[in-house]
Each structure stands twice: as C-alpha cells, then as structure tokens.
C-alpha cells in the first residue's frame, strides 16, 4: 500500500476519503451538459438550429422581432429563439452587425478568401548515377554522411 500523502492525512482528519489509485469514484468523470442532454432528448441537430437562424436574418421584419422578445410572447418561444431575436434587435438598435455577423458566418460558413502569391521559386535538383562511382567514392559518400559536421 502506498504511503499517505499530507493532502490525503487532513482529508481523513477532516472525515472525507481522499481519491488514490486503490480508491476511485464510482462514477468517474464528468457529468454531460444540460444543453447535451436537451439536445439528445428533443433530437435537435444542426439543421434545426440553421432554420432558426435564417428565419430570424431573412424573414423577419425588426417590429417582428420585437414583438417576439415581448413580455407575453417570451414564454411562449424556445429560448434559442428568443435568444438571437433579441441579440438581432440589439446589433440593429446599436448599429452593430457582431451578432449577425457570427450567425451567417455559422450558417452559411466564412466567405472564400482568394489567395494570390507571386514571385520565382528555382528549384533544382541534382542527380547523381551512383552506378558509375567506384566502391572507393560509394564508401567516401557513405562517411560524409555519417559523420557530424
């Protein structure tokens, strides 16, 4: 058995049991998100989440939006909803585009950028026929390369 380390003496004076090799949770590791298990239960995906977004950019108006995150139409939409109405209304009333501009580059995927590279590379290589050295030359080679410099 292992010696006790000061850490696990005053966890033991203080009545809790200190985790060792021979002492482990039952359940190790760590507990899966709220947001995980919501998403697992209501089988929610991606293409979910991309509906809610484009119907909220492209078809609604700004009045509507508003009247989505009203008091009394709050409790009756999913928090996501509510969640990007409302940051739509506050990049429009700030005249920001942050928000919507993270959402469309989440839906839609960042723009391509064009790259444009210009200049001269020489490359060359030199070849060498090791068949026409002598054993002599093969074994000078075989040093060089061998040997630190």
């Known amino acids: 058995m292992a010696e006790i380390t000061e850490k696990q003496r005053a966890a033991l ?17 760590r507990k899966p998100s709220k947001l995980k298990k919501w998403v697992k239960e209501y089988n929610v995906g991606a293409a979910d989440y ?7 950019i492209a078809c609604k ?5 508003k009247d989505m995150i009203k008091k009394g139409n709050v409790e009756k939409l ?11 209304v506050d990049d429009i009333q700030h005249g920001r585009m942050t928000w919507i501009n993270t959402v469309l580059d989440r839906v ?11 200049g001269h ?20 080679i075989i040093r060089s390369a061998e040997s630190p410099d």
Do not use: H, W
């Open 13 to 29: 004076a203080a009545g809790r049991k200190s985790f060792t090799s021979d002492y482990q949770p039952k359940n190790p590791g």
């Open 50 to 56: 991309k509906a809610i977004f484009n119907n909220i």
């Open 61 to 65: 108006t700004v009045e509507e939006l």
């Open 78 to 88: 999913p928090v996501v909803v509510i969640a990007c109405a409302a940051a739509v």
């Open 108 to 118: 839609m995927g960042k723009p391509v950028q064009a790259v444009e590279a210009s």
């Open 121 to 140: 590379i020489d490359i060359t290589q030199e070849v060498i026929d090791y068949s026409m050295l002598s054993d002599e030359q093969l074994s000078e």
